[in-house]
T-cell receptor, first 114, second 110 residues
Framework: DAGVIQSPRHEVTEMGQEVTLRCKPISGHDYLFWYRQTMMRGLELLIYFNNNVPIDDSGMPEDRFSAKMPNASFSTLKIQPSEPRDSAVYFC????????????FGSGTRLTVV | AQRVTQPEKLLSVFKGAPVELKCNYSYSGSPELFWYVQYSRQRLQLLLRHISRESIKGFTADLNKGETSFHLKKPFAQEEDSAMYYCALSPSGSARQLTFGSGTQLTVLP
């Protein structure tokens, strides 16, 4: 298995533009998580899905952020319009079954909004 | 609500010295605790979990319910241990999301 795959690895965009981040979880995993990592705040959970259904989006900072999971093998995190303070590394992770096994993280997308 | 506290943002030790990364948590039930490691510009990787009581890369961590701590220890630090370390908690039962601490950047000096 190639693990959790995220694209793009790096994204530089201008303020006000729409940004779409993509994630392919490990096949068979039934949970998918989106995290944001910054120096100031560390790792923040934005949203997570179970069997493609959003369960908790309380970490989504603003209405500018939205996430979808149209099927078990694909999820997107969209920011529209983007702002410089959205600059961060966005991680996707997936897991199967009981939490005791932990998550598998993707390599992350480093977003820079100028 | 659960909370994970890593009091040290930065920690430097010399090669061969013991190292301890502190993690304290607050949770009313019986949590599951984890340590994740992130080497420079790489993805986060699970280092160890308290359930398995294992030693990975010479690191160990013991869950102390009385002190609500899960400190990560290694008797002799190596330069390749330099990384960001995150402590994480998951409520036992049906909940799935991990709550992470703010992380500790460990630097092992030659």
């Amino acid at each position: 298995d190639a693990g959790v795959i995220q694209s793009p690895r790096h994204e530089v965009t201008e303020m006000g533009q729409e940004v779409t981040l993509r994630c392919k979880p490990i096949s068979g995993h039934d949970y998918l998580f989106w995290y944001r990592q910054t120096m100031m705040r560390g790792l923040e959970l934005l949203i997570y899905f179970n069997n493609n259904v959003p369960i908790d989006d309380s970490g989504m900072p603003e209405d500018r952020f939205s996430a979808k999971m149209p099927n078990a093998s694909f999820s997107t995190l969209k920011i529209q319009p983007s702002e410089p303070r959205d600059s961060a590394v966005y991680f996707c992770a997936s897991s199967l079954g009981p939490q005791g096994r932990g998550y598998t993280f993707g390599s992350g997308t480093r977003l820079t909004v100028v | 609500a659960q909370r994970v506290t890593q009091p040290e943002k930065l920690l430097s030790v010399f090669k061969g010295a013991p190292v301890e990364l502190k993690c304290n948590y607050s949770y009313s039930g019986s949590p599951e605790l984890f340590w994740y490691v992130q080497y420079s510009r790489q993805r986060l990787q699970l280092l160890l979990r308290h359930i398995s009581r294992e030693s990975i890369k010479g690191f160990t961590a013991d869950l102390n319910k009385g002190e609500t701590s899960f400190h990560l220890k290694k008797p002799f630090a190596q330069e390749e241990d330099s990384a960001m370390y995150y402590c994480a908690l998951s409520p036992s039962g049906s909940a799935r999301q991990l709550t992470f601490g703010s992380g500790t950047q460990l630097t092992v000096l030659p």
